[in-house]
């Protein structure tokens, strides 16, 4: 019965753990020895690596923050004020975007963000702007559009899942003791909801720092990602970079993870399972 | 008072305006391929009404290489649907008897956490030193990986609403472990185990970055699709874009269909 532990721990966190264990063997001929170098990091510092690596940071904080901002209030009206019969629905409506293909996503925004597409077309038709604007594609704006297009519902669940901590009598309490809604938000709402927004903003900012199919459709020439990076690296057999730079994102995970356990409490966040 | 209440109905009319806007964002570029397939000139544009045509479609099935992709889609997913609803369950089954939930509970969502290209590669040299050659089965593997913490989500919600007395009255009764599963614990939980396994489904075709890792030769519909995305071919890409789009929506419809079925029987029988 403990096989999809096994499962789990063979597949998910063992080559995991080699990969951190590869990052500091010595490079042979396409492939690598056992040994200890840091030769893989010196380069990471030395190269132009690193200025890759906090470029795709940035834009995952980014798209973290705005997604943050946008979920928050929604989670919100699904779970707080609409009635059970439309939270149903707008949890299902939510749901399905995890099953449909994210290259179509992302290919069709391809579409709708170009020269001649209907944004510009609108923007054009309706004289907003006298020429289509060109940085709407191919450039860091259509990789955060994408890449929030793709990756909300990841910020709407966990946040929908923590605010089913908050009890409508604590909330009711609070008014009736004669507190502001920005009181009963800052004390009550948001320390009970830490769990569901830690978790939604690793989710968030994991999948967005290691997006390789927003990067590579809607991104400009020339701009790389971490991801596109690693793969490059790896057609090219350059075993300890890849190993190196994937290390940096673990520890970035690893790092976040614990965070959220020791200060927010993110494990809490299925606390309703767990009777 | 009354300005509370015209406040608070502005709020409201507000969320409301920006569930909307999120949902539009969300669902349009997916919704506007699926409407361009069916424009038959060589430009993407929304098709008029009487120009609607399977053109491209027709055009699609011609290309010798999607009939591989599709099979190897089809078993990818279906395969990965298998194993990944059988694990969702082992591991709802020993979740309910263990002491330490929380450390299981973390184990298995992790891989959720982990970025797909780094799983794929890690994957990948990980199944190479296994000699475990490219294939159907390391795709599956990987896939599996990938869904099971959405199906342990799913199956551990349905075995949520399991009630531990009607368990103890089985054994109470002398069923044995399977006996007690076969007739009480398989019938309550199907639809979560259907559940689980259609994650495992829809994920596995959706899925590009860890296929593509450690696919070899082996072309799934999606990596088929990236090829040609970026290669910019014909637009019988649209048409492509359209086939996945519509089985994913097919099941989808299916699945709502079914679960709605469901519900209203329940409510039939027990009220």
């Known amino acids: 019965m403990l096989i999809p532990v096994l499962f789990v721990f063979m597949l998910g966190v063992a080559p995991l753990i080699l990969t951190a264990m590869w990052s500091f063997w010595p490079e042979t001929d396409y492939w690598i020895r056992p040994g200890f170098t840091l030769f893989a990091y010196q380069k990471f510092f030395t190269t132009g690596q690193y200025i890759t690596f906090l470029k795709t940071l940035k834009v995952a904080a980014i798209v973290t923050a705005l997604a943050l901002v946008i979920a928050y209030p929604i989670a919100y009206f699904i779970q707080k004020i609409v009635s059970l019969k439309y939270r149903h629905i707008l949890l299902t409506v939510f749901i399905v975007p995890f099953f449909l293909s994210y290259i179509v996503r992302v290919f069709s925004l391809r579409l709708i963000l170009g020269t001649y597409g209907i944004i510009n077309n609108m923007l054009v038709g309706l004289k907003i702007v006298p020429e289509p604007l060109p940085w709407l594609l191919f450039s860091e704006f259509a990789v955060i559009v994408g890449l929030l297009s793709s990756n909300l519902p990841f910020m709407i669940f966990p946040i929908v899942m923590s605010l089913t901590r908050v009890e409508r009598s604590t909330l009711e309490a609070s008014q009736d003791l004669g507190a502001s809604f920005f009181n009963t938000f800052t004390r009550i709402i948001l320390p009970l909801t830490k769990p569901g927004i830690f978790a939604g903003c690793i989710f968030v900012f994991i999948m967005s720092l290691g997006s390789t199919v927003e990067w590579d459709l809607l991104g400009g020439v020339g701009e790389l990602s971490v991801s596109q990076m690693l793969v490059s690296l790896m057609s090219a057999l350059r075993l300890p970079s890849v190993f190196a730079i994937s290390t940096l994102i673990l520890v970035i995970m690893v790092g976040l993870l614990w965070l959220g356990i020791r200060y927010a409490q993110i494990d809490k966040l299925f606390e309703s399972l767990q009777r | ?271």
């Not at chain 2, 780094?118 to 990980?126: E, K, P, R």
């Open chain 2, 1 to 271: 008072m009354r300005q509370a209440q015209v406040r608070s109905s502005l709020e409201r009319n507000g969320l409301r305006v920006l569930v909307a806007v999120a949902i539009a964002f969300i669902f349009t570029p997916s919704l506007y391929i699926l409407i361009i397939s069916f424009e038959p000139s060589l430009l993407p544009r929304i098709p008029a009404w009487n120009e609607i045509s399977l053109k491209w479609y027709r055009e699609l099935f011609q290309q010798w290489r999607l009939p591989g992709a599709l099979k190897q889609a089809a078993l990818d997913a279906s395969l990965t649907a298998v194993f990944t609803g059988v694990l969702a369950l082992f591991a709802g089954l020993t979740y309910r008897e263990l002491k330490n939930k929380a450390y299981f509970l973390a184990l298995l969502t992790f891989p959720i956490f982990i970025p797909g290209v780094i799983m794929g590669l890690s994957l990948s040299v990980f199944f190479k030193l296994l000699h475990l050659r490219p294939s159907l089965w390391t795709v599956v593997l990987s896939h599996t990986l990938y869904a099971l913490p959405f199906a342990t989500i799913v199956i551990l919600v349905s075995f949520s609403s399991l009630k531990e007395s009607l368990i103890e009255a089985s054994h109470d009764l002398g069923a044995g472990k399977f006996k007690t599963f076969k007739d009480v614990i398989f019938p309550l939980t199907r639809n979560g185990i259907l559940g689980a396994a259609l994650f495992g489904f829809l994920l596995a075709l959706n899925e590009f970055i860890r296929a593509y890792m450690v696919s070899g030769w082996q072309e799934t519909l999606s990596i088929y699709m990236f090829g040609q995305m970026k290669s910019g071919a014909d637009p019988s890409i649209y048409a492509l874009a359209g086939l996945i789009l519509s089985i994913s929506i097919l099941l989808i419809l299916l699945a709502l269909l079914y679960y709605a079925f469901i519900r209203k029987r329940s409510a039939i029988t027990e009220g």
